[in-house]
């Protein structure tokens, strides 16, 4: 489940989730846990180039990539709960470098994958990710119940 939901998108994470435009997708970044602003400067960032200007760097390992996930995301209302659950799949980065220290992976929303930049990429969650490559493949376990909760 998510350390935090960025203010910017707080009552409408399960809409950005759903994928509600033609080109969309929710994109996971990786933050190296060098220089990571707290949790609480993290929160007020309303956009993914604000995040990296003030955040922290993007991870940069030789087979880094940005996950982009554009199927088997679920939105289940719980209505026994009061809540709405909102899951992925499990993301695996093959034969992550050695030598990098990971502190934080986001989960954001890019409305339009084809024409977009980091100033339209909308922050959604950011969750506690400490890890370091070794050159085996780093795995993001998204927990049971998902990676995010809105209630």
């Given at each position: 489940m998510a350390?935090?939901?960025f203010n910017i998108v707080k009552g409408k994470i399960a809409y950005y989730a759903g994928l509600p435009a033609a080109n969309d997708a929710l994109i996971v970044v990786l933050l190296k846990s060098t220089g990571l602003v707290s949790d609480a400067t993290m929160v007020d960032y309303?956009?993914?180039a604000t995040?990296?200007?003030g955040a922290s760097d993007e991870c940069d390992f030789a087979s880094y990539?940005?996950?982009?996930v554009t199927a088997s995301i679920t939105v289940t209302?719980?209505?026994?709960?009061d809540r709405v659950d909102i899951?992925?799949?499990d993301l695996t980065w093959s034969a992550a470098t050695t030598g990098q220290a990971i502190g934080k992976l986001l989960v954001c929303y890019?409305?339009?994958t084809t024409t977009g930049t980091d100033s339209s990429v909308i922050p959604l969650t950011f969750h506690d990710f400490v890890a370091s490559t070794d050159g085996n493949d780093l795995v993001a376990t998204i927990a049971t119940a998902?990676?995010?909760r809105a209630a």
């Amino acid at each position: 489940m998510a350390n935090g939901v960025f203010n910017i998108v707080k009552g409408k994470i399960a809409y950005y989730a759903g994928l509600p435009a033609a080109n969309d997708a929710l994109i996971v970044v990786l933050l190296k846990s060098t220089g990571l602003v707290s949790d609480a400067t993290m929160v007020d960032y309303d956009d993914l180039a604000t995040i990296l200007a003030g955040a922290s760097d993007e991870c940069d390992f030789a087979s880094y990539v940005r996950k982009t996930v554009t199927a088997s995301i679920t939105v289940t209302v719980d209505d026994t709960n009061d809540r709405v659950d909102i899951d992925m799949p499990d993301l695996t980065w093959s034969a992550a470098t050695t030598g990098q220290a990971i502190g934080k992976l986001l989960v954001c929303y890019d409305p339009d994958t084809t024409t977009g930049t980091d100033s339209s990429v909308i922050p959604l969650t950011f969750h506690d990710f400490v890890a370091s490559t070794d050159g085996n493949d780093l795995v993001a376990t998204i927990a049971t119940a998902g990676f995010a909760r809105a209630a």
